[in-house]
């Protein structure tokens, strides 16, 4: 129905594509306390409704706040998640506010129940339009793709070549950083990149020297380098200026409890200041294939999936928020995950697991998940509460609206963005080749 058609970009190359739709989800999270307490905090301090006074032998009684706290949750079903309880700290500056606590696992999320679907891909059409492209230049030469990321009309890409390239709207390249080497001002391998915008600052993990190397984002000049040996991520984001560090295992850091956290924060690069999700026994099951990146940008939220959980946070250099529960068909139980041996029999069983893309547009929730060995897909409307599609490999017949449809890498102006490779194009010009503009005629398997 054209009603439900949203927007979507197309971003093409011998790599990109976008395609999104609109995203408009006005969708408010309670901040279970925090907002209350601060408004009586700040209300005492004009009103001077409190007496901060001493008396000898009296001592000023505290009143209460909030603060969050990691835990594990076992479902009955035996599946389980990493999730936050609420405890009651003192807080001197207040002493008429109170709270209350909230156990473990006892914040109401949203819950996404998800179904696999027997029907083709009439919903996922009829919800999608294509809205542009863009051709990614053949100037330069890249490898296989670690990560993509649009920001200020610029597309950003880091190949497994170690290098990242720029480009701006119409596939034109920008800059590219390629200073892998031995010597004092390059770099080894690269792990991965995120951006801090509003400071036109661009950093890269270096795993080798073990260091963060910051770069102009707008003209690719290297600007400084910091030392990150106090950690080894696998994975990284930037959010409001705030640096988060995934790091699934402790492997490098056996005898450090104090590095036996999945999730860290930084303030500025340079140390921890903060740290979630305690490793527990999932994090000595170490299992790569299917693995996506765990940090998902969404406009004005970060999201984050913790290796194994089928729940969805958004995270603050203050908090992390559980914001969605995603009940996946025949979720893989922790013992099932604990005791199957080689991990790879994982892929034969009937289980699904490995959760990711949490891409969210226009009132829409994309979602990924893995299931016997296939990548799984999920279009949820969150306005309607009410599932698209779930199943193997979106696809679909070639039509002037929606050329193609691909897997979801973003979102970008409140639109989702993928990356579609070139014989991909080329397989589904085949199809339909009518519909298709000249410049997709013209890619070969070579393009960019």
Known sequence: ??????????????????????????????????????????????????????????????????????????????????????????????????????????????????????????????????????????????????????????????DNQNKLFCFDMQGKVEYVIDEHGPGPNEYGNVLDFALNPPLKMLWMYDSTRRKLHCYDMYTGKRRQSISATYMAPERMAIWNGSFFFFMGDHYNYPDNPEMHYSLFCSLSGTKIDKSFFPHDRTSEFRFSYGKEHPFYYNNDKLYFIKDYEKVVYQLTSESVTPVYKVELPDSLPLDVLMEVTPSLKLMQTRYSWLLSNAYEADGFLNLWFQKQGSCYA???????????????????????????????????????????????????????????????????????
């Open 378 to 448: 999920v279009y949820y409307d969150l306005l309607k509460d009410k599932l698209i599609y779930a199943g193997k490999q979106v696809n679909n017949h070639p039509v002037k609206d929606l050329l193609f449809i691909s897997q979801i890498h973003g979102v970008y102006k409140d639109m989702f963005f993928s990356v579609v490779p070139s014989f991909v194009i080329q397989y589904k010009i085949s199809e339909n080749p009518d519909v298709f503009p000249d410049d997709l005629k013209n890619l070969t398997e070579e393009s960019n």
């Open 1 to 158: 129905m054209v009603q439900l058609k949203k927007k979507a970009v197309l971003l093409i190359g011998a790599l990109m594509l976008l395609l999104g739709m609109g995203m408009n989800l006005q969708y408010a999270l309670d901040d279970y306390g925090w907002a209350d307490n601060l408004a009586v905090q700040v209300l005492a301090a004009v009103t001077g409704d409190f007496d901060t006074t001493i008396y000898p032998g009296q001592p000023v009684e505290p009143g209460k706040v909030r603060d969050q706290v990691p835990c594990m949750y076992t479902y009955p079903d035996s599946s389980f998640t990493s999730s936050v309880a609420w405890v009651c700290v003192d807080q001197y500056v207040c002493p008429s506010c109170n709270c209350t606590p909230v156990p473990c696992g006892g914040i109401q999320l949203r819950v996404i129940p998800v179904s696999i679907s027997d029907t083709a891909y009439r919903n996922v059409d009829q919800t999608f339009e294509q809205i542009s492209y863009v051709v990614l230049s053949d100037n330069v030469v890249i490898g296989e793709i670690v990560r993509t990321l649009v920001s200020d009309e610029r597309i950003f890409i880091l």
